[in-house]
């Protein structure tokens, strides 16, 4: 299992767009992953849905955690859209 710890940078939280994108690039990897919030909820990585109920704001610490066959590259290349902003 591979986990990466990760504060939510974005201004407007993880909110639609940026949980579009994290969901549609955890389509790509076969390991299972997920989004663990501070208040021990958690969801599916590829699920919008799941990721939005979360309701992560700016600031927000999460963890990333993967486990299967692809999960070191899952983590990082997930980790690196968080890194990002998203783009925004």
């Not at 909110?15 to 790509?28: E, F, I, N, V, Y």
Request: aromatic share 4%; proline share 2%.
């Amino acid at each position: 299992m591979q986990s990466k710890s990760i504060t939510i940078r974005n201004e407007e939280g993880l909110h639609l767009r940026p949980a579009q994108m994290l969901a549609d690039k955890a389509g790509q990897f076969e390991s299972d992953i997920t989004l663990h919030g501070a208040d021990g909820v958690e969801a599916n990585v590829k699920s919008v849905l799941g990721i939005i109920a979360l309701g992560l704001e700016k600031g927000a610490e999460v963890t990333l955690t993967a486990e299967g066959p692809d999960e070191e590259q899952a983590v990082s290349e997930l980790a690196g859209l968080f890194e990002q902003g998203f783009g925004e």
